[in-house]
């Protein structure tokens, strides 16, 4: 019973976070090339891998023996949060670089379940939600599989709501206000954790 709650506080964060991010506009584009089943199956896949190496390295630092270090990482933890809310707000220039190395991956002909978790596997190195994994894993450090299963499933169903619901949420909300309400979120759990660590 336990094991639930980081489960769900994973699977908001990654959800929510998930929301209007590249990555989820790169699934978008795989919308039209390959099967929606096909398309989660892979999102699924690269998620595990990369939310799982995340998780797995924030737990190993949660782990650690000295109390005050790793009240340290948490307050450190809080604190990022914040800084991904508030960095969410500030307009910002897409990297070049990364998104034609992902359209080269794309426009592969290699199987799609493997293209789009080789694309959720680079897009999300160093993003919000792997950095967020990253502080899911020092706060619950002893449930790791819960958290890798809710990052994973986060993913999966913040990317299908965007697959299915795409086109009818782009009439009633903006990219802008979705991402809003993701950066509050981020600065909602940054300041609840500080003040209740």
Same mark, same amino acid.
Do not use: W
């Given at each position: 019973?336990?094991?639930?709650?980081?489960?769900?506080?994973?699977?908001?964060?990654?959800?929510?976070?998930?929301?209007?991010?590249?990555?989820?506009?790169?699934?978008?584009?795989?919308?039209?090339?390959?099967?929606?089943?096909?398309?989660?199956?892979? &999102?699924?896949?690269?998620?595990?891998?990369?939310?799982?190496?995340?998780?797995?390295?924030?737990?190993?630092?949660?782990?650690?023996?000295?109390a005050s270090?790793?009240?340290?990482?948490?307050?450190?933890?809080?604190?990022?949060?914040?800084?991904?809310?508030?960095?969410?707000? #500030?307009?910002?220039?897409?990297?070049?670089?990364?998104?034609?190395?992902?359209?080269?991956?794309?426009?592969?002909?290699?199987?799609?379940?493997?293209?789009?978790?080789?694309?959720?596997? #680079?897009?999300?190195?160093?993003?919000?939600?792997?950095?967020?994994?990253?502080?899911?894993?020092?706060?619950?450090?002893?449930?790791?599989?819960?958290?890798?299963?809710?990052?994973?499933?986060?993913?999966?169903?913040?990317?299908?709501?965007?697959?299915?619901?795409?086109k009818i949420?782009?009439?009633?909300?903006?990219?802008?206000?979705?991402?809003?309400?993701?950066?509050?979120?981020?600065?909602?759990?940054?300041?609840?954790?500080?003040?209740? &660590?």
């Amino acid at each position: 019973m336990h094991a639930l709650y980081p489960f769900f506080i994973s699977f908001i964060m990654i959800f929510l976070a998930e929301l209007g991010d590249k990555t989820q506009l790169l699934v978008l584009s795989f919308a039209s090339k390959s099967r929606v089943r096909n398309i989660l199956v892979g &999102i699924a896949l690269g998620s595990l891998f990369s939310h799982g190496i995340a998780i797995a390295f924030g737990s190993a630092l949660g782990l650690l023996k000295n109390a005050s270090f790793v009240h340290m990482l948490k307050y450190i933890t809080y604190i990022t949060f914040l800084i991904i809310g508030i960095l969410g707000f #500030i307009p910002k220039k897409h990297n070049n670089n990364e998104n034609k190395f992902l359209k080269k991956i794309s426009n592969s002909s290699l199987n799609y379940v493997f293209i789009i978790a080789l694309c959720i596997i #680079i897009g999300e190195i160093g993003d919000k939600t792997f950095l967020a994994s990253v502080g899911l894993g020092v706060e619950y450090p002893n449930y790791k599989i819960s958290l890798i299963a809710g990052a994973a499933l986060g993913m999966v169903f913040s990317n299908s709501m965007a697959i299915i619901f795409g086109k009818i949420l782009e009439k009633y909300f903006s990219n802008k206000i979705i991402e809003t309400i993701s950066n509050v979120i981020f600065l909602l759990f940054g300041v609840i954790g500080l003040v209740f &660590i």
